[in-house]
């Protein structure tokens, strides 16, 4: 643990970034619900690469935004929370509901100083995750999916596909 502690995750770019960052984030936290321009502009400012008509509430979380790429017309909800450590997509039309938490970082607990890793989020076009759902590192979620309300998805789920529980399991395929 020791040697995961003294190791440096960020560079120096990242830092200043992560820093410039938490002193914006205000302006994002604190604009009212329909400033979707704004709250858009903010996350391109900050690198992120933001859709056309995308949606993002508020009082959404969003670690770091220059990994981050929302496609059109998606939409990311109250309390949601994107930690992007490593690179998110959502794709067009998706939603990610209130309080879910896509966690694109974990750390390799097959080594023993347990290094950061950074593995990809990728959620589908017209994909949905519910309300309070978590999706983990390295997960992609299929085209028109659905991880339902709590859900933990901890294992790629197919297109058209509806997962519930803990650990996501498959209750419905449609055609």
């Not at 502690?5 to 970034?17: D, F, M, N, V």
């Not at 999916?145 to 789920?157: F, K, L, P, W």
């Amino acid at each position: 643990m020791r040697a995961n502690r003294a190791a440096r995750k960020w560079s120096r770019k990242e830092l200043l970034l992560r820093l410039l960052w938490a002193l914006a984030h205000p302006a994002f936290r604190l604009s009212p619900r329909p400033m979707w321009g704004w709250r858009r502009g903010l996350l391109r400012l900050f690198g992120a690469r933001i859709g056309q008509q995308v949606h993002v509430y508020p009082t959404a979380r969003i670690l770091i935004p220059w990994t981050l790429t929302i496609d059109d017309e998606a939409s990311v909800g109250d309390r949601a929370i994107l930690y992007a450590l490593g690179p998110i997509r959502i794709g067009a039309r998706a939603t990610v509901s209130q309080g879910a938490h896509l966690c694109a970082g974990s750390h390799d607990t097959t080594r023993p100083d347990r290094p950061l890793v950074k593995p990809p989020i990728r959620i589908g076009a017209d994909a949905w995750i519910a309300a309070e759902a978590f999706v983990g590192p390295g997960v992609t979620i299929g085209t028109g999916a659905i991880v339902g309300a709590r859900a933990v998805a901890m294992a790629d789920v197919g297109p058209a596909t509806t997962v519930v529980g803990n650990p996501a399991r498959p209750v419905r395929r449609r055609a």
